[in-house]
């Protein structure tokens, strides 16, 4: 018996955390690294939030024994998790439609999401927006779906080309699986409007499409609800979807892999006979979710004082953003870089794109020590008062030839 021939063979390193490695590596002086997606402050440390350290304070002091947690998780933090992102009002919380499972991750939400289509004879093919994470492709490929893509901004990245993303949604077939970034898209920045929400709310019911929402950045672009608009023009009485959130961005938990995927079927009794199914997939995969980072979680939002000190801190991290996001164009505008870089500013979220070329992205690296993904995504997160300068200057020099 040996192991497969292909193990033989190195696999190509994850095009971001593969990068991020090689970031470390790199000994230069004043490198910068803005390929990860993960926030920092101005001394570029990514922090451990007061809510969360007070979080877990209460849980030692309560000292709970290590038993194994439900498969789907425990009920405290699906309702909590389950009201944050709906609300207590909304009519699938209301009408009792919608199931959440406790993941590991928005990654591990995403993967028991694909695994449940296809185990219950769902469709095989998955439409993802051009560009969209790099993790994406190679997860739903993994299991399973033929991979589709729909056009969603114009050559450089910066706007919506709703024409193209329509008409390419509009050749799905009945059953297909159509995936959507709820809110604060990576790897653009850039998110449908109202209005074209509603129309791809009406052109997935009339396809008869299954969506499944990529929410993994609540609060990290206009706010809490704001960054929720997405719903009130997909999410219809009678709609049926599937939400795969993360909670490692809006609470900085990371490395506690915490995230939830939420089922919205058209009754509670299919919402429960689907959630059945939900839980062979996550015993086949996982078996059950870790504990620590669900309970942090569910400490917070249960507690109203620590969850009102929580709303501050991810109000001070979005403002970060938003500040950095206005610096960067200020530090790229005033060096007379040409293009269009203006929309940069009014994005949400933690990143953008800076519609470089390959050979590009490649001479930032090797001739400026600047570490960016794929063609041109940064983390605008990432920077630092420091950097700002240094990374318009280099950008300068490598779109300057």
């Known amino acids: 018996m040996a192991l497969p021939s292909l193990a033989r063979v190195p696999a190509p390193p994850d095009p971001i955390l593969g990068l991020a490695e090689a970031a470390r590596a790199d000994t230069r002086n004043g490198k910068i690294n803005l390929s990860s997606g993960v926030f920092v402050d101005e001394t570029g440390t990514t922090p451990v939030l007061p809510s969360v350290t007070e979080a877990e304070r209460r849980i030692l002091a309560a000292g709970r024994s290590k038993l194994y947690r439900p498969i789907d998780g425990e009920a405290s933090f699906r309702d909590a998790v389950r009201d944050l992102v709906f609300t207590p009002e909304h009519e699938v919380v209301r009408s009792g439609r919608v199931a959440v499972s406790q993941t590991p991750g928005g990654t591990g939400g995403l993967r ?8 219950t004879g769902g469709g095989g093919t998955i439409w993802m927006s051009q560009p969209t994470w790099p993790n994406h492709p190679q997860l739903f490929s993994l299991a399973g779906f033929r991979i589709r893509e729909y056009p969603y901004t114009d050559p450089i990245g910066r706007r919506i080309d709703e024409g193209a993303l329509l008409a390419a949604l509009g050749e799905a077939s009945p059953g297909d ?37 990529d929410f993994a950045y609540q609060g990290f672009g206009d706010g809490l609800r704001e960054d929720a608009d997405w719903m009130d023009g997909l999410l219809r009485p009678g709609l049926e979807l599937l939400v ?16 939830a995927l939420f089922l919205v079927a058209g009754s509670t009794a299919e919402a429960a006979a689907a959630q059945s199914h939900v839980k062979i997939a996550i015993r086949s ?6 504990s620590h980072g669900g309970d942090i979680v569910a400490t917070i939002l249960a507690d109203p004082a620590l969850r009102a000190l929580w ?3 991810l109000a001070a991290m979005r403002a970060r953003i938003k500040a950095n996001r206005a610096a960067l164009v200020e530090a790229i505008t005033a ?10 500013a009014t994005q949400r979220g933690m ?8 050979e590009q992205v490649a001479r930032l690296r090797e001739e400026h020590a600047v570490y960016v993904v794929g063609r041109g995504r940064i983390n605008v997160a990432g920077f630092t008062a420091a950097t700002f300068g240094p990374f318009a200057d280099a950008l300068g020099a490598v779109l300057a030839g």
């Open 112 to 119: 028991v999401a694909a695994d449940f289509i296809r185990q």
């Open 177 to 213: 699986v159509v995936l959507l970034h709820g809110s604060c898209h990576n790897p653009t920045g850039v998110d449908p409007s109202p209005e074209l929400w509603r129309k791809i709310g009406d052109l997935v019911e009339a396809r008869r499409l299954l969506p499944l929402v």
């Open 244 to 259: 795969s959130t993360s909670y490692s961005k809006s609470f900085a938990l990371y490395n506690e892999r915490v995230g």
């Open 285 to 290: 995969n996982y078996s059950n979710p870790p």
């Open 311 to 313: 709303e501050i801190e």
């Open 335 to 344: 060096r007379g870089i040409p293009g269009d870089w203006e929309p940069i």
């Open 351 to 358: 990143f953008a794109l800076l519609g470089l070329s390959p």
